[in-house]
């Protein structure tokens, strides 16, 4: 029935060639030119040729390389660009051609030309121009536009299609200044009766053409139908197919260009983002682009020894990466000393900025930028701030493999919503929610994602820095703040950045609560960033247990097992020498066959050192599960009173004799090692005559206390030993 219909208009039309079958049927996408004007290649522009491309649209570029003098260069509005369209045109020859004119670095197309077409044959007019719901920039002429029953009732100069003929004929009364208004013209000739009827204009009222974002935005959501994407207007229920941010409303269109015309799937990500990759692989080391990183400590942190163990193990030829090292906090003066001291070798340059040269923040960023800017060799620059844990080694290389302007691996703090990104900005300029925040920070979403402000951890053309960037107060503002003040400088210049989530990266600590006063303050980093914790002072081996695997039994209803790294336990002893005030005063309520009577060990106790939360923490977090499972039917909630740790010397405290515990039951993690660190020890339990007498470093005994386990501490005859105890549920 329809093929009939079809070929019914093919015959007609060949029998009887009139105009109105020529427009209506013989019209081929091939006949579609897109034409704009674009004096420069910013990100948006390229966005704009990408989309282009994907669709297969067929694009003149005009303008390339002469100076824009048609207002601002981000948003092209003006003369120029009629002038130049109107020289274009003359040397087109050819009337079949239909010419779409629209901007470039604020545009992105959503379909192919064939839709194009057919929406532009059903408006049947010979030029068809977008519509704005907003008037501009005369109000004035406001009476003389045409009524429409439905839609948008203005013109927008951002995008128009029409023949050849009809187009000429429209230009060709352009006699402006390159700074006048091209909407003004248009708009002229278009409430002008006589002109509208004779060129044939019409406007895309309903938006089923062309879209501007300007006055619409509550309009325009996202569409999501099997693995495509599409922008729907609500009000019309159209499928626009040039979307145009203009005026203030580029970061929406920015996100919409996350999606479109990306073709999607949600559980892999964007399966197109860009395909403009700059693969490292086949490269010599010697060819790799030489990076300055950007180390930044502004605050005391943690963990900042595990930060510059990961520098160290970052995949890249260090013989391709400089370092610039800024920290102003004395208290990390120890451990950015000895990594320069170390590995500072290995680099191709480091250029180090401690706390006493007083230096600004933001001076020192500009100091970072500008050993990178400065030197002819440098191709990125890499910021690093110290609260950054990096635990993807090949971040650098994925990173620059990407080819983006400016790109972040997305980072979250654990558990949390907070991230290194924000995909929306709120009227003042802070962070505002973004529709999709959610689903990218947990990674239901996964692609390369242009957003308004990053922070903590990016990568940075240096070319960028040499040309859009190369201001020197890139970070100052009166009231931002100063990664706040460099996004603003950023989006200003037109510059995209963007936050990658296809793989995964790391994390961002928490500074908070970060206490000082000790020696090893990571220590105490078990409730603030538990995460970094568990990867620094527990056993590599612990979760084996967990999942099942047999726990040593070396006397009956004696269990040991692994559960403190070597730098745990090296922490705490250091810790508690630190603190010096080792006391034998009997502060251990023991019952020895019968009677309570004190057992003197030479000891400190956690509370002494106030670790007793963070000890009861790591007691419900990590021992409180084993003893369930070794003890079932028993629950604990790791109550204790007495938890410290004890020190063995053949001339002050060799040994301890018999006794029970006062606890349900014990906790006793060795904290050195026989051999190296002393000779002698163990733990001998009486009742079965059976001793654990070659305790492992970091291995935790666990023993019924008060009831069967009557223990000694076997004489330690050299060195000094170690051992955390704790009388758990007295
Ligand atoms: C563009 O053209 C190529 C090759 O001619 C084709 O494979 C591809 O499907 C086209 N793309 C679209 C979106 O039509
Ligand atoms: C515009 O051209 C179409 C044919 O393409 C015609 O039907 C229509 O009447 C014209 N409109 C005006 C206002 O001239
Ligand atoms: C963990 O267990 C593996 C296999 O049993 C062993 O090779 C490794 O040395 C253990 N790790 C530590 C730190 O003891």
């Given at each position: 029935m329809k093929l009939s219909l079809v070929l019914f208009s093919v015959l007609i039309c060949t029998l009887f060639p009139l105009r109105d079958c020529d427009e209506q049927q013989q019209v081929r996408e091939d006949q579609i030119v897109v034409v704009t004007v674009a004096t420069k290649e910013t990100d948006g522009f390229k966005r704009f040729m990408r989309s282009a491309k994907h669709f297969n649209y067929t694009v003149k570029v005009l303008g390339r390389g002469q100076k824009w003098k048609g207002g601002d260069y981000l948003s092209p509005g003006g003369g120029q660009k009629v002038r130049i369209l109107k020289a274009a045109l003359e040397s087109m020859k050819d009337e079949n051609k239909i010419i779409v004119f629209i901007d470039s670095y604020d545009v992105i197309f959503a379909s192919g030309p064939k839709e194009l077409l057919k929406k532009f044959v059903q408006a049947k007019h010979k030029v068809v121009f977008s519509s704005e719901t907003l008037i501009w920039p005369d109000r004035h002429l406001e009476d003389k536009h045409p009524h429409v029953r439905e839609g948008n009732r203005f013109l927008g100069s951002g995008g128009f299609i029409g023949y050849l003929p009809n187009i000429k004929e429209m230009v060709a009364e352009w006699a402006g200044d390159d700074g006048d208004s091209d909407q003004l013209f248009f708009t002229k000739i278009f409430i002008n009766p006589e002109k509208r009827k004779s060129i044939n204009i019409t406007l895309d009222s309903k938006c089923r053409l062309f879209q501007n974002l300007h006055g619409a935005l509550d309009e325009v959501v996202l569409k999501f139908e099997d693995r495509r994407v599409r922008a729907r207007n609500l009000l019309y229920d159209t499928l626009p197919v040039i979307i145009h941010g203009n005026g203030p409303t580029k970061l929406q269109l920015n996100y919409l260009g996350n999606y479109i015309p990306n073709v999607w799937t949600f559980e892999t990500g964007c399966t197109v983002c860009h395909d403009d990759l700059l693969p490292l692989r086949n490269l010599k080391e010697n060819e790799y682009p030489l990076v300055v990183i950007g180390v930044f400590i502004q605050q005391p942190t943690p963990f900042v020894t595990v930060f510059f163990e990961r520098l160290l193990k970052l995949q890249y030829p260090k013989n391709r990466l400089k370092l610039f090292i800024f920290n102003k906090e004395p208290h990390h003066e120890r451990e950015v000393s000895a990594f320069v001291q170390d590995h500072g070798s290995l680099y191709l340059d480091v250029?180090?900025?401690?706390?006493?040269?007083?230096?600004?923040?933001?001076?020192?960023?500009?100091?970072?930028?500008?050993?990178?800017?400065?030197?002819?060799?440098?191709?990125?620059?890499?910021?690093?701030?110290?609260?950054?844990?990096?635990?993807?080694?090949?971040?650098?290389?994925?990173?620059?493999?990407?080819?983006?302007?400016?790109?972040?691996?997305?980072?979250?703090?654990?558990?949390?919503?907070?991230?290194?990104?924000?995909?929306?900005?709120?009227?003042?300029?802070?962070?505002?929610?973004?529709?999709?925040?959610?689903?990218?920070?947990?990674?239901?979403?996964?692609?390369?994602?242009?957003?308004?402000?990053?922070?903590?951890?990016?990568?940075?053309?240096?070319?960028?820095?040499?040309?859009?960037?190369?201001?020197?107060?890139?970070?100052?503002?009166?009231?931002?703040?100063?990664?706040?003040?460099?996004?603003?400088?950023?989006?200003?210049?037109?510059?995209?950045?963007?936050?990658?989530?296809?793989?995964?990266?790391?994390?961002?600590?928490?500074?908070?609560?970060?206490?000082?006063?000790?020696?090893?303050?990571?220590?105490?980093?078990?409730?603030?960033?538990?995460?970094?914790?568990?990867?620094?002072?527990?056993?590599?081996?612990?979760?084996?247990?967990?999942?099942?695997?047999?726990?040593?039994?070396?006397?009956?209803?004696?269990?040991?097992?692994?559960?403190?790294?070597?730098?745990?336990?090296?922490?705490?002893?250091?810790?508690?020498?630190?603190?010096?005030?080792?006391?034998?005063?009997?502060?251990?309520?023991?019952?020895?066959?019968?009677?309570?009577?004190?057992?003197?060990?030479?000891?400190?106790?956690?509370?002494?050192v106030n670790f007793d939360k963070e000890w009861h923490q790591f007691l419900l977090e990590y021992i409180a599960p084993i003893t369930e499972q070794m003890y079932p039917g028993y629950h604990t909630q790791a109550h204790f009173d007495l938890a410290f740790v004890v020190r063995y010397k053949p001339d002050e405290q060799p040994f301890l004799r018999p006794h029970h515990d006062a606890s349900t039951f014990t906790i006793n993690i060795a904290l050195n090692q026989r051999g190296p660190d002393y000779e002698g020890g163990g733990c001998r339990f009486l009742r079965y005559d059976c001793s654990v007498e070659a305790p492992r470093k970091g291995w935790a005994l666990m023993h019924p206390g008060r009831l069967t386990h009557y223990h000694e501490g076997l004489p330690t005859t050299a060195g000094v030993r170690y051992i955390a105890v704790s009388f758990v549920d007295p």
């Amino acid at each position: 029935m329809k093929l009939s219909l079809v070929l019914f208009s093919v015959l007609i039309c060949t029998l009887f060639p009139l105009r109105d079958c020529d427009e209506q049927q013989q019209v081929r996408e091939d006949q579609i030119v897109v034409v704009t004007v674009a004096t420069k290649e910013t990100d948006g522009f390229k966005r704009f040729m990408r989309s282009a491309k994907h669709f297969n649209y067929t694009v003149k570029v005009l303008g390339r390389g002469q100076k824009w003098k048609g207002g601002d260069y981000l948003s092209p509005g003006g003369g120029q660009k009629v002038r130049i369209l109107k020289a274009a045109l003359e040397s087109m020859k050819d009337e079949n051609k239909i010419i779409v004119f629209i901007d470039s670095y604020d545009v992105i197309f959503a379909s192919g030309p064939k839709e194009l077409l057919k929406k532009f044959v059903q408006a049947k007019h010979k030029v068809v121009f977008s519509s704005e719901t907003l008037i501009w920039p005369d109000r004035h002429l406001e009476d003389k536009h045409p009524h429409v029953r439905e839609g948008n009732r203005f013109l927008g100069s951002g995008g128009f299609i029409g023949y050849l003929p009809n187009i000429k004929e429209m230009v060709a009364e352009w006699a402006g200044d390159d700074g006048d208004s091209d909407q003004l013209f248009f708009t002229k000739i278009f409430i002008n009766p006589e002109k509208r009827k004779s060129i044939n204009i019409t406007l895309d009222s309903k938006c089923r053409l062309f879209q501007n974002l300007h006055g619409a935005l509550d309009e325009v959501v996202l569409k999501f139908e099997d693995r495509r994407v599409r922008a729907r207007n609500l009000l019309y229920d159209t499928l626009p197919v040039i979307i145009h941010g203009n005026g203030p409303t580029k970061l929406q269109l920015n996100y919409l260009g996350n999606y479109i015309p990306n073709v999607w799937t949600f559980e892999t990500g964007c399966t197109v983002c860009h395909d403009d990759l700059l693969p490292l692989r086949n490269l010599k080391e010697n060819e790799y682009p030489l990076v300055v990183i950007g180390v930044f400590i502004q605050q005391p942190t943690p963990f900042v020894t595990v930060f510059f163990e990961r520098l160290l193990k970052l995949q890249y030829p260090k013989n391709r990466l400089k370092l610039f090292i800024f920290n102003k906090e004395p208290h990390h003066e120890r451990e950015v000393s000895a990594f320069v001291q170390d590995h500072g070798s290995l680099y191709l340059d480091v250029k180090f900025v401690g706390p006493e040269e007083e230096i600004e923040d933001t001076a020192a960023r500009t100091m970072a930028f500008d050993m990178c800017r400065k030197q002819k060799d440098c191709d990125y620059f890499f910021n690093l701030d110290v609260d950054v844990a990096l635990k993807n080694e090949n971040t650098l290389k994925i990173l620059i493999e990407q080819n983006l302007p400016i790109v972040a691996p997305l980072l979250t703090r654990t558990g949390r919503l907070w991230s290194n990104f924000w995909g929306a900005l709120s009227a003042d300029g802070y962070y505002a929610r973004a529709e999709d925040y959610v689903d990218l920070v947990q990674g239901r979403r996964v692609g390369i994602w242009n957003v308004p402000y990053i922070t903590s951890v990016y990568l940075m053309k240096a070319s960028l820095l040499r040309s859009e960037l190369s201001d020197d107060d890139l970070f100052h503002s009166n009231f931002m703040d100063p990664d706040m003040a460099f996004c603003q400088h950023v989006r200003n210049k037109g510059v995209f950045m963007y936050v990658t989530n296809m793989d995964t990266f790391g994390r961002i600590l928490s500074t908070e609560n970060y206490q000082t006063s000790h020696l090893h303050n990571d220590l105490w980093q078990i409730f603030e960033n538990p995460e970094d914790w568990r990867e620094r002072y527990i056993h590599e081996n612990y979760t084996h247990i967990m999942k099942g695997k047999p726990v040593e039994t070396p006397c009956p209803d004696v269990y040991w097992f692994p559960v403190f790294t070597d730098i745990a336990c090296n922490h705490l002893v250091e810790e508690m020498e630190h603190f010096g005030k080792w006391s034998g005063g009997g502060n251990v309520d023991t019952r020895i066959q019968g009677g309570y009577e004190n057992v003197p060990t030479i000891d400190i106790h956690m509370n002494q050192v106030n670790f007793d939360k963070e000890w009861h923490q790591f007691l419900l977090e990590y021992i409180a599960p084993i003893t369930e499972q070794m003890y079932p039917g028993y629950h604990t909630q790791a109550h204790f009173d007495l938890a410290f740790v004890v020190r063995y010397k053949p001339d002050e405290q060799p040994f301890l004799r018999p006794h029970h515990d006062a606890s349900t039951f014990t906790i006793n993690i060795a904290l050195n090692q026989r051999g190296p660190d002393y000779e002698g020890g163990g733990c001998r339990f009486l009742r079965y005559d059976c001793s654990v007498e070659a305790p492992r470093k970091g291995w935790a005994l666990m023993h019924p206390g008060r009831l069967t386990h009557y223990h000694e501490g076997l004489p330690t005859t050299a060195g000094v030993r170690y051992i955390a105890v704790s009388f758990v549920d007295p």
